[in-house]
Every structure is written in structure tokens, then in C-alpha cells.
T-cell receptor, first 113, second 112 residues
Framework: ETGVTQSPTHLIKTRGQQVTLRCSSQ?????VSWYQQALGQGPQFIFQ???????GRGNFPPRFSGLQFPNYSSELNVNALELDDSALYLC????????????FGPGTRLTVL | DQQVKQNSPSLSVQEGRISILNCDYT??????FLWYKKYPAEGPTFLIS?????DKNEDGRFTVFLNKSAKHLSLHIVPSQPGDSAVYFC???????????FGSGTQLTVLP
């Protein structure tokens, strides 16, 4: 069974740029959620995708957007990067709409200068 | 306002003893609770969960207790091992997306 994978591992961008982060869900999982973890805090929910549709969204501005593909992999896009966007971005997959337990990937560390 | 609180940023215990990590929540409608463990430079790893219809769930050395009247859950690790040293997060699953709301974490250090 293949776990959740994310790419890239680390990324450095400058303020105002755009970034795309990628995630492959665990085999058999069709739901992907994205979280942002700032230093010293717990992860915060950004949004979830189920069957290529956004299924829920946390308190993040529209410049955070996403996609899910037919193979259930997903992308997180962030436009007009701000310094406060520097964080660990985590992708989690689960076994379907309404599934309670989510399994996380290793994360992408984004630094905005 | 924080819906899930872990009031102890850190905890140190001796190897072989019990580790007790605590978590409080505010919403009595929450019905599913989880604990995750996180090592540096890795994503959170799912440890154990409990539904609100239960008050205890065990998995090997890990036991989660839920006290609904106090809106409190705890994770017991017995016996503690040095490899258990990590940040532990409690989380609740809620909403139609079953999104996870996390506490701020407790750094557990198990001393040999």
C-alpha cells in the first residue's frame, strides 16, 4: 500500500510570486485535504477535495485554490505570496466522503522571502 | 477562540513510566476525536481515535479516554519508550468534510 506523497519537499519563493504544491493520495483513497501548519501551531484546514470537487473550505482567502485530478492526486495553488504564507503545507487523504480518519503526507516546507 | 486546547506545551517522563497527554474541547456536538504523533520533518502519523459513543479505546500501549461531561480527552502511553518522544496533537473531526481541527500540540520527551 502506497502512502501519501508530496512534492517538492522544500520550496523558497519571494513575496508576490505564485506556487503550486502537489500531492498523491494513499492508494484506495478518493478524498484529499490540505492543511497549513505554522511554526509552533497545529495544522489548520485549508480545503478538501472529493471526486474533483471542493467539498469544504477553512478560513483561507481565495488566493488559496486547488484541484483534484481523476486519479485523486491534488494540487494546492497559492497566488500573490505573502511572508505569512511561510509554513509547512500538509496533504492528507481519507477513504471517502465523511471518512473520519485522515492520513498525512510528509509535507512541503514553503519559505517566502 | 480555540475549539481544541492542549494546555501543556511540553511533558517529560522517565522510560517505562506512564505518559498522560491532555486535551480539552469546547463544542459538545463534536463526535469523533483523534490523536496524531509528529516527528520533526515528517507529517503527522495517526495513532488512535475514539467516537463519542465510547469512553475508552485501546491499541497496544496507547489508550484514549473521553470524558464528555468535562469535554476532555486524554492519551495514556504505557510503558513510555524513548522512541515515543515527539509532538502529540489531539484533533476533532467535524463538518460535512470531517475536517480536522487540531490543538497546538504537546512535546513529549521520554528520558532513558
Amino acid at each position: 500500500e502506497t502512502g501519501v506523497t508530496q512534492s517538492p519537499t522544500h520550496l523558497i519563493k519571494t513575496r508576490g510570486q505564485q506556487v503550486t504544491l502537489r500531492c498523491s493520495s494513499q492508494s484506495g483513497h478518493n478524498t484529499v485535504s490540505w492543511y497549513q501548519q505554522a511554526l509552533g501551531q497545529g495544522p489548520q484546514f485549508i480545503f478538501q477535495y472529493y471526486r474533483e470537487e471542493e467539498n469544504g473550505r477553512g478560513n483561507f482567502p481565495p488566493r488559496f485554490s486547488g484541484l483534484q485530478f481523476p486519479n485523486y492526486s491534488s494540487e494546492l495553488n497559492v497566488n500573490a505570496l505573502e511572508l505569512d504564507d511561510s509554513a509547512l503545507y500538509l496533504c492528507a487523504s481519507s477513504g471517502g466522503w465523511g471518512a473520519d480518519t485522515q492520513y498525512f503526507g510528509p509535507g512541503t516546507r514553503l519559505t517566502v522571502l | 477562540d480555540q475549539q481544541v486546547k492542549q494546555n501543556s506545551p511540553s511533558l517529560s517522563v522517565q522510560e517505562g513510566r506512564i505518559s498522560i497527554l491532555n486535551c480539552d474541547y469546547t463544542n459538545s456536538m463534536f463526535d469523533y476525536f483523534l490523536w496524531y504523533k509528529k516527528y520533526p520533518a515528517e507529517g503527522p502519523t495517526f495513532l488512535i481515535s475514539i467516537s463519542s459513543i465510547k469512553d475508552k479505546n485501546e491499541d497496544g500501549r496507547f489508550t484514549v479516554f473521553l470524558n464528555k461531561s468535562a469535554k476532555h480527552l486524554s492519551l495514556h502511553i504505557v510503558p513510555s519508550q524513548p522512541g515515543d518522544s515527539a509532538v502529540y496533537f489531539c484533533a476533532v473531526a467535524s463538518g460535512s468534510a470531517r475536517q480536522l481541527t487540531f490543538g497546538s500540540g504537546t512535546q513529549l520527551t521520554v528520558l532513558p
